[in-house]
């Protein structure tokens, strides 16, 4: 069914790729991105307007004069590390602005929310596989910003009757196969691009840190999951609301770990490329082990993770990085 969708965030690295799906769907999108960390070349030929979902009017007159069914709300501040040393831009970018993107939503009587959260909201888990009946506690203002929001919504839905499905994502990578988007961050801190950049001679080396942790072969388990993936599931969210019009939260992993190890041959297979790697001591607060349970979302949402092994993961962001992503 053809709705009309409003993106926030949509020149983002998930957010792009959702657009994506949502028009091959036959959707009519707009994309709302300030591009303080989203790329024009990521909504050409895109109906994008430059602005920032703190700009309450500016929303709300959106909503209104486009006539939009649902809202998918990437729109945030994301590096983990930076939320630690600068939690005022944290707080103020995820948590005030999404307040007042929230009333904008309310306030143009759209019901319905497609939410970016993120397994950050678990914190340390207490078992492994997470399902979405872990324990919330974060260990980051980031993670914090994400529950703290979800939180926000669960009230609005009960006072406004605003349906929202929370997405809580493990660690998103690939890129589209077509190789004319993917992941841009600027600083870059994810792992998948860090050892690409060391592949392509960008950075001199990478540095395993930890390889004395109860899995394998001693380095820490994590659950990539690819981004087309991930924007599928978006699709299936929105149908979610339109079907069942009611909240949920669902976790997006592939249910499959990889070592930092596995994660490094597969890398060097698939560039042909020797790395530079450094094996160091453990950092602090990392767990292990982060693997998702995904059985709600399979079950419930119907989604599967269907190109998310790892070689292909790192095949499709190989493509980008030494293409288009160089630019």
Known sequence: MQRNVLVTGGAGYIGSHTVRELIANGNNVI???DLSCGHKFAVTGINHINGDIGDYDLVKKILIDNEIDVV?????????????????????????????????????????????SSCATYGTPLKVPIDESE???????YGWTKLMLEQIMKDYDHAYGLKSVC??????????????????????????PLLLHTAMGIRE????????????????????VHVTDLASAHMKAIDYLFEKNK?????LGTGDG?????????????????????KEGRR????????ADNTKARTVLGWTPVHSSIDNIVKTAWVWHTGAGRQ
Do not use: W
């Open 135 to 141: 324990k919330q506690l974060p260990i980051n203002p």
């Open 205 to 224: 080396g990478f540095s395993v840190l930890g390889t004395d942790y109860d899995t394998k072969d001693g380095s820490c388990v994590r659950d990539y």
């Open 258 to 278: 990889v070592t930092v190890l596995e994660l490094i041959d597969s890398v060097e297979r698939i560039t042909g490329v020797k790395l530079n790697i450094r």
């Open 31 to 33: 994309v709302l991105d």
């Open 72 to 116: 998918v709300h990437f729109a945030a501040a994301t590096l983990v590390g930076e939320s630690v040393s600068s939690p005022k831009k944290y707080y103020e970018n995820n948590i005030v602005k999404g307040m007042s993107l929230l009333d904008a939503i309310i306030d143009s009587g759209v019901k319905k929310i497609v939410f970016s």
């Open 284 to 291: 602090a607060g990392d767990p292990a082990k982060l693997v």
């Open 247 to 251: 909240s949920d939260q669902f976790n």
């Open 167 to 192: 997405l809580r994502y493990f660690n998103a990578a690939g890129a589209d196969i077509k190789g004319d988007i993917g992941e841009k961050h600027i600083p870059e801190t994810h792992v998948i």
